[in-house]
């Protein structure tokens, strides 16, 4: 059995065997849960800006998530026409954007209409303090 598998029985949801901060592309399970908590209707669970990204969550919730940036994150494959249709119709309610000068895969007119569309999630609302790099926007 593997490693993952075996926690997931054991009850323990920290996203592909990471323990502690989150790295860059990764997101605690804490966040996990506060998403879970929140997704409501939605389709998506989150929106990031990699499948790489996105794996971690999808075996430790069980939930779609959109890799905005294909595979690598290096495929700038969201527009903000498409990201507005997603919140407008309730399809997602939160995005992951790089809080710095990274913005791979992520267009940056995508990552400007977060910045000025979004409500940043601090961190205590899912009991973090470090994002590893990353923003969780609520949208809508």
């Not at 075996?6 to 996990?32: F, K, L, N, Y």
């Not at 209409?113 to 990353?134: E, F, I, M, P, R």
Request: glycine share 14%; proline share 3%.
């Amino acid at each position: 059995m593997t490693q993952v598998m075996e926690r997931r029985i054991a009850g323990d949801r920290t996203p592909a065997g990471h323990r502690g901060t989150p790295r860059r592309g990764q997101m605690s399970a804490e966040m996990v849960e506060y998403l879970e908590a929140e997704q409501g209707d939605a389709t998506w669970l989150v929106a990031v800006d990699s499948a790489q990204s996105a794996a971690s969550i999808i075996l430790s919730s069980g939930k779609p998530v959109i890799a905005m940036g294909g595979f690598t994150g290096g495929d700038p494959a969201m527009t903000v026409a498409k990201l507005e249709e997603y919140v407008s119709s309730g399809q997602l309610k939160y995005i992951l954007i790089s809080d710095g000068d990274d913005r791979r895969g992520t267009d940056s007119s995508v990552t400007d209409w977060v910045k000025a569309n979004g409500t940043l999630v601090d961190g205590s609302a899912y009991g973090g303090t470090d994002s590893g790099g990353q923003a969780l926007n609520k949208l809508g």
